[in-house]
């Protein structure tokens, strides 16, 4: 009894704190919907063009190979081709009014009859349409100079390889038969998840941020959780505390409690959030979803638990939790996919309880699995929640209060 | 002299400050460190990322009349188990569709490749109802299109050979001629053999390729490009937090009587403001060069023309200091402060694109950054890492000088004001 | 100079609160002078005023001859502050505090090294001059806290209730301090709601009520005030509220006060007056626990003045 007497101690402070609140709540809802809203890929509602501009540059105008070149990206359904002039092509670049130029150099279309010719893509690599660019592109001129290379192997069993009408006419034949050839209805793709429900949210772009951003603000709980012991420790109402006769291990235990409270609770809050603004489902797997966010929430207390033995003053507490919540969050793929990491980071974060905090929601929002998938996460979670308060433990017991 | 006694007074005082010295280097150099340990194998090259896991269900048979010696099916499945891709792709054999949807469900495998039964058959005669399935996890999106990429890439060389067939055979009707069965074989295999060369090049010689990748940036690779955008964002981020908690001493002195105690010294209360400003405009400007020389040792960041980085570093420093000035003018305490500053730069920076630099925001949104200083920080550090010249560099440091001395004359106004 | 700080007719409102209203008196150059009062007399706002932290609604001022409306940064150079809160840089050590206080009084190179080394010396903390102020105990703190005041050598010093809230040792320290500087012949003006302090240390003293001087002399000029009045505290078994009114209409005594449990009685001969409070005592079932029977003070001085007592 006297356990929920020191958690509700701690909770009564915690909510007069209006600046605490804030922060617990107010400013993870605000960054969800951005993110979302991020996510979605940033087109207007309204906007009727979602073409990427591609600059197009041409030193070889009268050349048959760019002119053809020039009309499968006219076609193209996803870059728009914006003509410059080689003096403005970079500062439209720079400028940000096309993601990438496309340079066509002189003499393109004979050298690329006879010897190796090369167009230049000049975009951002780190970019996402920069990448997209390249990748199209790649496509494209594959298709190109395979009509290129078609007319000369043509030609050359007519016997007329000498003859450039006879290497055109193929070469045309040849980009007409790909311009019909659609190599991507060869390919049908599919998520696989686990049991689509009638109204499936999969495709929520907020299903990616909501789980996200909730992670990683949980783990800024951690302030909040860190200061309860720490205010104990700095009022001296710890040390009255210890000279009752109450046990140091309900002390302790009174304490995580609290902090567990706080940070349940806020995730809580932006579930419901996620669920009722946002059209995240988390409610089609309410158990699931229960047992991953308990686990999350005993985790970050034990957490703040530590924090508050070692920290000395406020700034420390808050030094510590906004380490800590990069840390894991980065690590957890709260701000990027883990796949495009590197090796050895995708290897250390995937001992991440964060990591497996994420994929835990994953499974019951993107991957559309049941309760099943939730306990090996939920489980390594608990794991490092019961580490994090052992060390806790010794650490207070070994400090001077 | 006064002025820079109690410029340095603070400066003192905020070397010792933990919270501090944490947020204005430890905070952006660890997050910039955890992006690079997160990518920092992309820097040679080297395609280091997480291997990609494939799971292949190949169920294409050859009929007995069938052109090919080997069905296309096993093309696309051996093309993953290829030692030339070990290194990043992981490929497995799975005996059917069930078994293959188990393995992604338990993330065994990150995308599965189901080649139907007489796939092979069907493509030949232009059939497109039976197509290549790909099972991908949901939650992934690089390795999906890295093996629709593969698969797609080796149709469309088996494509191009169709197309090749029936050209020639056009063309040779054309002119009169007749089909050459013993020579048609040699010209389709000098297709493939050009196809694969082609191909090859786009990885293993890029340079050579005939699409030639560059960058717009002056010098370095993207990598290097890539964390020079990660560094400056955090640069931008951080310096704003740092004006902003530096100006905070104005608070804590107030409180501690610190203040009080200054006014009663014959030091004109002018020079006490102006001494604490350059305090705060000197802490940014030796944190931007800290972290702009450990920027470039650690992480090998290339930060443009010197003139363009010194410009944009002092652009930054002064809508730094101009607008903490600003929002501590409006707060009373410091108690008070710390939402105020940690949640509306946080706000700020994040209506100025500090946290989305690589994904395609709204026209809308981007047009947001255009009234943030944050914003035109964030263009000049662009241009700088671009390699722009100095001239590109005036309008947006003019603008960041306009923006910072109008915030710094508003805040310093109600300063005086307050202690007047 | 005869005078170090006149003052004349001072006013200082907040609002409709008067804090001060037309407070006049003089400090002599070189001699301690004792501004007493409870808390809430306006004795801070004053010195606020005289500092150059607040500006006076109305009235004048000057210290060494210097108007501090006109000359406030000639004003400020010859005063030496010592707030009433501790005013120092908490994360930085002693010496380093010292330093930057000299240089703001104009100090620098030799001179200010030399003048540190001086006044750490008075104030008895050489041995730890780099340890930072936020690891001392609180007497220490006080003691930097007036080391900075001391730095410039100013002709006058205020000090704003250094004592408040510290132990007797460190009380006693600071109290010989000021002795000390003023044989040094530096001018004190001195505020304190401590009477034994105002009477230790002070040449004149002026007693400050809700704003206005009410009493100003010497120790002996104030005392007379109350003639030879005596002062009885008398402890009771009960709230002295049912004996006050009684008692204060008894013959030869002239005022009477009830303050934390004891009635504080001022008469003329406590040996006719003292039968006579027991005897109105006793039929309102009121039973006198303690007789305490003091000389005439500055306490009693209060009394007499606003009927109240200095600790209200």
């Known amino acids: 009894m006297r356990i929920l007497d020191v958690t509700l101690k701690d909770l ?49 105008p009268d050349g048959i190979i760019t002119q053809q070149l020039y009309e499968m990206l006219s076609k193209s359904d996803s870059v728009k081709l914006v003509e410059l002039s080689p003096e403005i092509a970079n500062q439209t670049l720079q400028d940000g009014d096309v993601a990438g130029v496309l340079l066509v150099p002189s003499g393109f279309s004979e050298l690329a009859l006879e010897n190796p010719a090369q167009l230049t893509l000049t975009t951002d690599p780190a970019s996402t349409p920069g990448q997209f660019l390249n990748q199209m592109l790649r496509t494209t001129v594959t298709k190109l100079m395979s009509s290129v290379e078609i007319g000369r192997l043509s030609a050359e069993a007519v016997g007329m390889l000498d003859d450039a009408t006879e290497i055109n006419t193929a070469f045309i034949a040849a980009a007409s038969a790909w311009a019909q050839e659609d190599t991507a209805a060869r390919v049908k793709i599919e998520l696989a998840i686990g049991k689509k429900a009638e109204s499936w949210y999969g495709d929520n ?98 957490m703040g638990l530590l924090i508050g033995v070692l920290a000395k003053d406020d700034s420390q507490v808050t030094l510590f939790s906004l380490l800590a919540m990069f840390f894991f969050s980065a690590l957890g793929g709260t701000w990027f996919p883990l796949e495009a990491a590197g090796g050895a980071f995708a290897v250390v974060s995937r001992l991440m309880p964060s990591a497996w905090a994420m994929t835990g929601y994953q499974n019951i929002l993107i991957r559309g699995l049941g309760l099943s998938s939730a306990w090996l996460p939920a489980a390594i979670i608990l794991a490092y929640a019961l580490g994090f308060f052992l060390l806790a433990v010794w650490r207070f017991r070994k400090s001077e209060v | ?88 792709i992981t490929a497995s054999d799975y005996p059917d569709e069930a078994s293959a949807r188990t393995a992604l469900e338990s993330q065994e495998i990150g995308v599965a490749v189901i080649i139907p039964q007489a796939f092979t058959e069907k493509l030949l005669a232009g059939q497109t109802d039976t197509p290549i399935l790909l099972l991908q996890d949901p939650t992934l999106t690089i390795a999906p299109g890295v093996v629709r990429d593969m698969v797609t890439s080796l149709l469309d060389g088996v494509a191009g050979g169709g197309i090749a067939f029936r050209v020639i055979s056009e063309r040779l009707q054309a002119n009169g001629l007749t089909l050459d069965s013993a020579s048609l074989p040699g010209l389709l295999e000098r297709y493939s053999t050009w196809y694969a060369g082609f191909q090859r090049a786009f990885f293993y010689t890029p340079q050579n390729a005939a699409l030639v990748l560059t960058s717009p940036v002056e010098s370095g690779n993207s990598f290097q490009a890539m964390m020079g955008l990660v560094m400056a964002g955090q640069l931008i981020f951080f310096s704003f937090f740092t004006g902003a908690f530096s100006m905070m001493t104005f608070l804590q002195e107030d409180e501690e009587g610190t203040l009080a105690r200054l006014f009663t010294t014959p030091t004109r209360r002018t020079l006490i403001l102006t001494g604490k400003f350059l305090a705060v405009f000197l802490a940014v400007v030796i944190q931007g060069l800290v972290l702009l020389i450990i920027g470039h040792l650690l992480f090998g960041v290339h930060w443009g023309k010197p ?114 | ?136 105990s609180g007497g220490m703190k006080r003691r930097v806290n007036i080391g900075a005041a001391l730095l410039h050598k100013p002709a006058v010093i205020i000090m704003d209730e250094p004592t408040v809230g510290i132990d007797p040792q460190s009380r006693r320290h600071i109290l010989d301090n000021v002795q000390s500087l003023n044989r040094q012949g530096m001018t004190v003006l001195y505020t304190t709601h401590y009477m034994e302090e105002a009477a230790e240390l002070s040449q004149h003293i002026a007693i ?22 005596t002062r009885i505290d008398l402890t009771l078994n009960v709230e002295g509220g049912r ?45 006198i626990l303690g007789v305490d029977i003091k000389e005439p003070n500055l306490e009693a001085v209060f009394m007499h003045l606003t009927g109240r007592a200095l600790r209200d």
């Open chain 1, 205 to 302: 772009p907020y299903n990616q941020a909501s789980p996200g951003i909730l992670v990683m603000f949980v783990i800024f709980g951690l302030t909040t959780s860190g200061q309860i012991l720490l205010q104990e420790r700095k009022s001296r109402t710890l040390q009255r505390m210890i000279t009752t006769s109450m046990p140091a291990w309900q002390i302790i235990l009174g304490h995580l409690l609290a902090m567990f409270g706080v940070v349940f609770l806020q995730e809580i809050l932006l579930i419901l959030f996620g669920q009722l603004a946002l059209g995240v489902d988390y409610l089609r797997q309410l158990l699931a979803v229960l047992l991953i966010s308990v686990g999350l929430g005993l985790w970050i207390a034990a």
């Open chain 2, 1 to 88: 002299m006064k002025i820079l006694d109690i410029a340095f007074k603070d400066l003192l005082r905020s070397t010792r400050n933990f919270f501090l010295i944490g947020m204005t280097l430890v905070a952006p150099l660890f997050i910039t460190g955890l992006i690079y340990f997160a990518f920092g194998g992309l820097q040679s090259g080297n395609v280091s990322m997480t291997a990609i896991k494939v799971g292949v269900v190949n169920a294409d048979t050859l009929t007995a009349d069938a052109p090919l010696e080997v069905p296309i099916g096993k093309n696309i499945r051996d093309m993953f188990f290829d030692d030339s891709v070990k290194s990043w």
């Open chain 2, 307 to 420: 003139g363009s980085f010194i410009l944009s570093l002092l652009g930054q420093a002064i809508a730094a200091v101009g607008l903490s000035v600003l929002l501590i003018s409006l707060v009373k305490t410091s108690k008070q402060a710390g939402p105020v500053l940690g949640g509306g730069l946080t706000f700020l920076g994040m209506l100025s694109g500090l946290f989305t630099t690589n994904v395609k925001m709204p026209a809308a949104f981007n047009a947001i950054g255009n009234f943030t200083p944050q914003g035109w920080v964030l263009k000049a550090w662009k241009l700088t890492l671009s390699g722009a010249p100095l001239s590109q560099l005036l309008l947006p440091f003019l603008v960041l000088l306009a923006m910072g001395v109008v915030m710094f004359l508003i805040g310093a106004v109600l300063f005086r004001r307050r202690y007047a």
């Open chain 3, 1 to 136: 100079m005869k005078y170090a700080i006149e003052v004349q007719s001072l006013y200082k409102s907040f609002g409709d609160l008067q804090a001060v209203q037309g407070a006049t008196f003089s400090v002599e150059t070189g001699e301690v002078f004792s501004l007493l009062g409870p808390n809430g007399a306006g004795k801070s706002t004053t010195i606020s005023i005289l500092s150059g932290l607040l500006e006076p609604t109305q009235g004048e001022a000057s210290i060494m001859g210097h108007s501090i409306r006109s000359e406030p940064e000639e004003t400020k150079a010859c005063l030496g502050v010592v707030p009433q809160d501790i005013a120092l840089y908490p994360d930085l050590s002693a010496r380093e505090n010292l330093i930057f206080w000299g240089k703001m009084y104009g100090l620098r190179g030799s001179a200010l090294k030399q003048r540190v080394d001086e006044v750490l010396e008075i104030i008895g903390l050489t041995d730890r001059q780099k340890d930072w102020i936020n690891k001392y």
């Open chain 3, 208 to 229: 400050m009520d809700q704003g206005k001087i009410i009493a100003y002399g010497t120790h002996d000029d104030l005392i007379r005030l109350v003639g030879e009045q």
């Open chain 1, 12 to 60: 009564s402070q915690i909510f007069r704190d209006k600046r605490s609140l804030f922060f617990l709540v107010a400013m993870p809802i605000v960054f969800t919907l951005f993110m979302g809203f991020a996510y979605r890929g940033g087109g207007d509602e309204g906007e009727t063009d979602m073409r990427i501009p591609l600059g197009w540059v041409n030193q070889d």
């Open chain 3, 243 to 287: 004996v006050i009114d009684a008692w204060k209409r008894l013959e030869g005594v002239s005022k009477a006060v009830s303050e934390d449990g004891k009635v504080s009685v001022l008469v003329e001969d406590s040996n006719r007056v003292l039968p006579r409070l027991f005897e109105a005592a006793n039929p309102l079932g009121v039973r």
